[in-house]
Every structure is written in C-alpha cells, then in structure tokens.
C-alpha cells in the first residue's frame, strides 16, 4: 500500500494569529492538516517534512486537571519551541502567554507545558503554537482547545467518562467505519475529563492490512510500521502510542476532553510482570523490565502526566487526583510492583498486586481524603476470575470461593481497613475484560466478611475485541447485578458495540449516579449511590 504524505500548511504571517470564532466554537476543535485515514500510512511521516514551519498534526492534549492548573501536550514534526496561549473566551482577548520546552528528538518531539494560576471551575481555551527554535518568527498553525478545570465548590458538579482498551485483538483504526467513532460519542457528552482504565495501546498486538470477519465482512486497519510486529525498541513503543493519534476522533476528543490515563499489561506484553523472562519467540528481547522500561518512558513522552510523575519518578504510575470537594480519584498500578502470575493459593502474600509500598500509600490516602466520593480506580477487576494459561491467575481473584489466599490477602486488607477507618463513599472502576457488568459485594455473601459493602463498574473495550463474561469468586461475595457481554471471544467492533462508562455526581445532593453506556446512544444501566455511607 501506498503512503500519502501530510499536505503542507499554507505559510502564516510570524506573528500569532487570533482565529475567527467559527474556527474554535466548542465541538469544532479539530487538529490541522490531520493525518489521512488511509490503509497503510507511515507513522514517521510527519517528521519527514522539514521544509517551511514546525506542525502540529498530532492534536493536543490535557491532563493533570486540577481547580488552577493543568498540563497541555503536542507533538512537532521536527525541532521547535512550545508556545501555549489562554483565555477566559474564544476570541482570545486578554491572552495569557506561557513559554514551553523546546521540543527535539529525545523526547520524541513531544512536549508539555504546565499552566498555573487558573480560576476553578471556569472553560479554558487554549492555543498552541509551535516556533522554529532558530527564528521565532517562524511560526506553525495554531492548534485549539479547551477544558474546564476543577470546581472549588460543591454545588459546581462533577461528570466523567471511563473506559479502557484501544487498538487491541487486531481491531485497530478502520477509515471505512469511521474509525474510533465512539471517541466522538464521547466527546459530545462534554465530560469534565476521561479516565483511560489502562491497556491505552496494545503494544503487543500487531495489526493486519484486512481482517475476514465471521460473516463474510472485511475489517480494514490503518497500517503503520510499528504496529506490524511486537514492540520491542523505544521506537516501536512510541510508535503504538502515535497508532491511536491518527484517528481523527481521538484527536478532536483530546483536543475538548482532558485524560487521567493509567496503565496496565498491553502498553507492554499481555500479562507481565516484573522479572518475567519471555518465552515468546516474536521477541528478541527476553527481559519484560527491558521492555518496561522503554515503554514507560514513551508512556511519559505520551501522556501529559503532572510533573511530580515524570523525570526522576518515572517508574510511579499511581497517584490521587483531586477534582474538587466532591471527587478524589486514587489511580492505581497493579501492573509494576505485583509479584509473578501463580495459582494463587499462597497463605502469606506482602507483596500482593500493589506492592507493599503502594499498599501503604493508598491506606494513607483514602484516609486522609475529605472528598465526598473516592474512586479507585483499578486497573483489574477484584472479584472476576482473569486466567493466565492453564494454572496461573493474572488478577487478584484464583476462582477459589474460600477465605481468602494469594493475592486476596492484600485486597482483604484494604477492605477491611476501609470499614474500620470508617472511610466513606469508596466505588471501584475498572476495565480489562472487555465486557461491562455492574458487581456489587456483600459481607453476608462472602467467605471473608470484615469489610463493609461496596460496588464495583467495569466497562470497555473502547475500540478492541469484546470476550464472554468472566466467571465470578466469591471470596469478597460479588453478586453480578448487571452483564452486557459477546457469547464468543475476540467479536470486532464491527459485530458488537463498544462500552463506556459515565460518573454523574450533584452538586446538590451529592448522590453519585454510574450510567454504563453502548455505543450507539444506549444507557444500558443505572445506579445511584447515596453519599456519607461507609458500605453502600
């Protein structure tokens, strides 16, 4: 297949351009001269062209939202200067001017300037605006966005979107089906930020030109060089997080929606963990920390984290992010300090799926925490059975309903220090499983019974394969309330829908409302959580 390249921007004046207000209306932020939705593109393809003036084809992103700062990424297509504007209204009057990184080649001309001094809960809009580092006055096309930073009062509100698993099973961007449509879905619901629960890019799953599906249909995936094989190098990891950069929805959405975005085992290798020595023969390198590594740091280069999480803390992924008096989303990593895949049925178990250290650290946030709502934000399911071959488990449960072993040790823990702390208005989130269900857990169900009730939503995939229901452990005493799910593993997008998850919490009664969603328009389920209970 062939590549055709980005067209080139028409030249601007050198100095920054205020745009009409068609251009920048909310719901029409869309990056330029976006990268053409065709069956094979080369994702370098934007770095080749170095006549004329930096561009920014990638979009923008923003993360690390908080009520008066916030972080906002691009990438270039070759050396440049970062240049973010804002303002309070789209005509870009009264202007504030933040002066950005110099953006190069060691960090994969990516780039993230923090902004501070914000006012809470106001839209911000913002433009970026790339320099040539050797004339400032060669400047590229602006690119727009906008968000909304947190409330400082109650009766502000609070909505955000979740969900998990793009790009994954073989079902990348179709441009014959509109590519990651749901992302527009999304971003029509105006949320006040997304939660990505993890498998972000599918770093192990290489793609095919054309997919024959069951019926006789063809699925068609854009094609790049780095999602043809395993990633393996730096580069191969970039490149699969570049992959999801060349759907146009994603771009618009990340240009409207901010993202917490946490990991999980496909920004790697299905099912790692740290030592794991491979036994795949579509890797040369053996060593999963090797390969942890690399992805990680393409992970930062990637994903506009807060500044405490980037050079130097690279290796932390989990954090608490504040959104608010009502909100505190502790965002978890069950991937980097988990001990190996097992049976499970170890007796004493320290280690467990969070590490120690961060065992510790999330008992000491929730209980300092005085947001109405915490939500964990896991990113595997606790009570659903997830296998690893024929013997090991990948999750916490092992499928035995008895007291609990192995990795449900820690889980059990942690529940029970939440009820003794008294520590009120804990909801679990997850994704993983391709499915979505609603579980609620109950002592008087459970084998293990000092902890107090909670509920736990899983939706997803967002753009992957979707896979039957798992079986459920009754350990912690999960009764499924709700399931909506493929009767047979690996159904494309195109046979089934994808599933997202919405958090609704009023500002006047603090109730907490969990809607899980199909693509298409579709509530699928309803719960409504009360506030200041300990178990619900």
Partial sequence: MSYRPLRPLRPLRPRLPSPGRRAVLRGSLIAPAAVALTPAVSSAAP?????????????????????????????????????????????????????????????????????????????????????????????????????????????SGVRFLWSGDIAGQGWGINPETGGYRVYEEMRRLDPDFFLCSGDSVYADGPLEESVTLPDGRVWRNVMTEEKAKVAETLDEYRGNFRYNLLDHNVRRFNAQVPSVVQWDDHEVRNNWYPGQILDDARYTEKNVDILAARSVRAFHEYVPLAPSYGSGRRS???????????????VL???????????????????????????????????????????????????????????????????????????????????????????????????????????????????????????????????????????????????????????????????????????????????LTVRLRAEGGSVLFTKVLRPGRVGQ
């Fill in 316 to 330: 932390r992924m989990y954090r608490v992010v504040h959104h608010g008096p009502l909100l505190d989303v502790f």
């Fill in 47 to 155: 770095a080749l062209h170095l006549a004329g003036r930096p561009e920014a084809s990638w979009g923008v992103q923003v993360g690390g939202v908080t009520s008066s700062s916030a972080l906002v990424w691009v990438r270039s297509d070759r050396p440049a200067r970062m240049l973010v504007e804002t303002s309070a209204t789209e005509s870009f009057r009264r202007a504030r001017r933040w002066y950005g990184p110099s953006i190069g080649p060691g960090t994969d001309f990516t780039g993230t300037t923090p902004l501070y001094g914000l006012p809470p809960g106001e839209q911000v809009h913002y433009r970026v605006t790339l320099a040539d580092p050797a004339d400032p006055r060669r400047t590229g096309k602006p690119v727009y966005g906008t968000f909304r930073t947190a409330p400082a009062r109650r009766r």
């Fill in 333 to 511: 990593d069950m991937r980097s300090y988990r001990n190996a895949n097992s049976p499970g049925r170890q007796a004493d178990d320290t280690t467990g799926i969070l590490g120690a250290e961060q065992a510790r650290w999330l008992k000491r946030a929730l209980a300092a925490s005085r947001a109405e709502w915490k939500v964990i934000a896991a990113d595997m399911p606790l009570g659903l059975v997830v296998p690893d071959g024929a013997v090991d488990f990948e999750a916490v449960a092992q499928g035995d309903p008895g007291a609990p072993l192995g990795r449900e040790l820690q889980i059990a823990e942690l529940l029970r220090f939440i009820k003794h702390r008294r520590i009120t208005g804990t909801v679990w989130l997850t994704a993983d499983v391709h499915y979505t269900s609603a579980q609620h857990y109950a002592p008087e169900r459970a084998a293990f019974k000092d902890f107090a009730p909670f509920w736990e939503f899983v939706s997803g995939p967002l753009a992957a394969g979707g896979f039957p229901a798992n079986a459920l452990d009754g350990t912690f005493g999960p009764d499924r309330v709700f399931v909506r799910a493929p009767e047979r593993a690996n159904v494309s997008p195109m046979e089934s829908p994808q599933y997202f998850g919405e958090v609704e919490i009023d500002g006047g009664s603090a109730e």
